[in-house]
């Protein structure tokens, strides 16, 4: 054998098994040169085209199937490799998900990785003090000379802070003070540089006890949930923990939900941490930005990495600690593609790196209480306001079947908007539902404004006079009489956050109001400036959809008013309450924020309902029991594990047929365990005009829930079925 290997000319080569972009669930083999890492990222020519492969093992030629020869080899070697602990992370996420590698690894990897390109990256360069003595310097100083002479005496800048210092003649100075020796470059990895740590507050009796306690255990793997009421200085301790992680050399990832990420977050991160390279990733951040932080992060050139579900990918050097800020909400799920929780990854690779993971908020999900009640997790309270004299919000109700509502308003929400405004008090209205009216309506023959694409209605929206969909964009004119009978009168029915913007313009004339929801800020400056005017004292009354639940302190705050909350009371979805109730929770946590004592205003039809009597009494621990109580009664999660099969087609008929084929290959091959469901069309059944139907298959032990999938998907995979089927499977699905 090791003669006829000799006289073969392929004995330099070396064979790797490559992971392509391609919905297949497997590895393409291919042959090189040298010898290539493990994560190297290649060209390779794939069917006349050249693409992005990984290498993702390599093999020997016993384990091919077809002569040597046949191999293609590589085209070409790019410099970047993705560390192992990615790695590792990608396996994972494929068998949890049963998702295609290469699909997970694509998804995984930042966006410029994936191009057949060459990158040139502008990693970050350090610089520190070599010299302290004044001799070098033949002339005095300039000020902003002085102020980077200063700074550099207690910390290590990067170029971007020495920029920021000096404005953009920055590098002519640094050559020179290099070349006279005052200054060098600092090389590689900046674990050692200390944090220099400003605007810090003294921590109360609560925080203080909350730190100690989980610093003790900053070694080992150790889940905790940080459960603090609105206010209660979570980020507090947070910045406090992350301080204690990276002065023992080591990296912080912070992942946040995209509406939380604001400027005053932000703000509070830099300016404690004022000398630490930091890497904030939101879906704004440029290709080339996203790569360069993903680099240094694996390099341990940055220290602490701000982003949202996306950054749970990202490599890490020496990573220390993990936290997971509102770790209840919905956006850590991804609901496309690759449908991972960025939450439940995240407790992976804190196991993966044995560090301690917080999962923070004043509501937790259902699902992390329930891993405190078994042991898993650990759980930290806060349970006052941070803020000395800062109470939380008195809550009403207002019974509608007894109040009369004038255009969705009772003349309580009135009374209580005009004395905030003559008391330059804001006050926020809370409406989860954005446009003018949600339907209009034909009020002869009862025509209504529904979607030609989706199971839905088209949505008024007055400043455009247009009916719009917001499921699949659908926009047209508002017709002047009914298509139907060609009747005048139609009428806009309900209210959404313009016509409430309308009333409340017409009952104050002089205040000032503005609207926050996704149509006044599809952009991030629109964004910025909005938020700016409510900082500066700008606005009267605000009015927002969920967009403004979460993440804001507005000192000046008194009021809250929820609008048309009901519909989440009785839903098709189980999660519905859940939901409800942490929305309200977290909005009435804007109020009162500051010394004046807030007042929440929430108006309803069913004020008995047991969601509004936890609420009344801010009791989230009893309202979560209560539903952990009724989910344990039902089988629901968390006391079981769900999984939907979801397929969609042109016409309902198709999709159903699909299905039922596979739910009859589902029972053939039962493992006797799993509860599968017989085939339903979705509550949204039709949706950018697709007809979309699902099984739910459901097991009390993920394990076999699993072991089960793995042996029926590709069943499924081989089924035949009419082209225009797709489908996918969701785990542990967070909407129904
Ligand atoms: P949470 O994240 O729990 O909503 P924050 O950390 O944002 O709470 O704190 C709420 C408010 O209380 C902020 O304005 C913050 O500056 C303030 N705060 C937090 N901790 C303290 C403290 N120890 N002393 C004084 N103010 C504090
Ligand atoms: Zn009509
Ligand atoms: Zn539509």
């Known amino acids: 054998m090791e003669q006829l290997s ?68 590589v085209i070409n070697i790019y410099p970047e490799v993705i560390p192992s602990d990615v790695l590792q992370l990608i396996k994972f996420t494929a068998k949890y998900y049963h998702y295609p590698i290469g699909q997970v690894f694509f998804t995984a990897v930042p966006s410029l990785l994936r191009k057949p390109i060459f990158i040139h990256l502008d990693t970050e360069k350090y610089i520190k003090l070599i010299r302290r003595d004044h001799e070098v310097f033949k002339k005095r100083m300039g000020l902003k000379q002085q102020e980077l002479y200063s700074k550099l005496q207690d910390s290590i800048l990067s170029y971007t802070q020495i920029k920021e210092i000096l404005g953009i003649t920055y590098k002519k100075l640094i050559e020179k003070w290099l070349s006279i020796g005052v200054i ?193 997790y650990a759980l930290y309270k806060l349970t006052g306001r941070a803020v000395a004299g800062a109470v939380l919000p008195e809550i009403k109700l207002l019974d509608l079947n007894t109040i ?118 599809n952009s991030k400056l629109a964004w910025d400036n909005l938020y700016a005017k409510v900082h500066n004292n700008e606005v009267d009354i605000l009015i927002g959809t969920q967009m403004l639940t979460k993440g804001h302190d507005f000192h000046n705050l008194t009021l809250v008013v929820g609008l048309n909350l009901d519909s989440g009371l009785y839903s098709y979805d189980f999660r519905a309450t859940e939901f409800l109730f942490t929305q309200l929770m977290q909005v009435s946590g804007r109020a009162g924020r500051g010394l004046k004592k807030g007042e929440v205003l929430l108006q309803t039809h069913y004020p008995r309902h047991e969601l509004y009597q936890y609420l009344i009494k801010h009791d989230f621990a009893g309202f979560a029991n209560f539903l952990l109580k009724e989910r344990k009664g039902l089988t629901l999660p968390p006391y079981t594990f769900y999984v939907l099969i979801r397929a969609s087609s042109n016409s309902l008929d198709t999709t159903m047929a699909f299905l039922t084929q596979v739910h009859e290959l589902l029972i053939k091959n039962s493992d006797n365990s799993t509860i599968i469901y017989h085939p339903v069309a979705s509550v949204m059944q039709r949706l950018k005009n697709k007809e979309r139907g699902q099984i739910l298959l459901s097991n009390n032990k993920r394990k076999e829930l699993h072991d089960y999938l793995a042996m029926v998907l590709p069943l499924i995979e081989k089924l035949k079925h009419k082209s225009d089927i797709l489908w996918h499977v969701d785990i542990d699905p967070t909407d129904m």
């Open 404 to 521: 009369p509502a004038n255009n969705g308003l009772t003349d309580n929400v009135v009374k209580a908007i005009q004395s905030r405004f003559i008391n330059k008090e804001l006050s926020l209205i809370y409406i989860n539902r954005r446009g003018y009216a949600p339907v209009i309506s034909c009020y002869e023959c009862g025509w209504v404004s529904s979607c030609k694409n989706c199971s839905s209605n088209m949505v008024y929206h007055n400043k455009e006079a247009r009916l719009k969909c917001h499921h699949c964009g659908l926009s047209y004119k508002l017709p002047s009489v009914c298509p139907k009978c060609g009747s005048k009168y139609i009428q806009a029915i309900g209210q959404g956050t313009q016509k409430i913007e309308e009333t409340l313009a017409q009952i104050f004339p002089e205040a000032r109001v503005l609207r926050i929801d996704q149509d006044t800020t």
């Open 184 to 376: 060098g470059y600092c090389e590689g990895n900046i674990s050692t540089l200390i944090p220099k740590i400003s605007n810090k507050l003294p921590l109360n009796t609560e925080q203080c006890d909350v730190v100690n306690q989980i610093s003790q255990n900053l070694a080992k793997f150790s889940p905790a949930v940080l459960y603090g009421i609105t206010g209660s200085g979570k980020t507090e301790v947070y910045l406090e923990l992350i301080e204690n992680v990276i002065l023992l050399g080591k990296q912080v990832l912070v992942l946040v939900p995209e509406i939380n990420l604001t400027p005053q977050l932000l703000d509070r991160f830099k300016r404690r941490f004022n000398n630490m390279p930091m890497h904030i990733l939101t879906s704004n951040v440029s290709e080339k930005e996203r790569v360069t932080g993903y680099i240094e992060a694996s390099l341990h050139t940055k220290q602490i990495i701000i982003g949202t579900r996306m950054a749970v990918f990202t490599p890490f050097k020496n990573l220390g600690l993990i936290i997971v800020d509102e770790e209840h909400d919905s956006s850590f799920k991804q609901n496309e593609g690759l449908r991972y929780n960025a939450r439940d990854l995240a407790v992976y690779r804190a196991n993966y790196f044995n560090i301690p993971i917080i999962l923070g908020s004043a509501t937790p999900s259902l699902e992390t209480l329930y891993n405190y009640k078994l042991k898993r």
């Open 6 to 73: 000799n006289s073969n000319n392929n004995a330099n080569k070396y064979l790797v098994n490559l992971v392509l972009d391609l919905p297949l669930d497997r590895e393409f083999t291919y042959s090189c040169e040298t010898q290539l890492t493990l994560g190297q990222r290649v060209l390779v020519e794939f069917i006349n085209k050249q693409v992005v492969g990984f290498v993702w093992r390599s093999i020997t030629e016993l384990e091919l199937d077809c002569s040597i020869d046949k191999i293609k080899p």
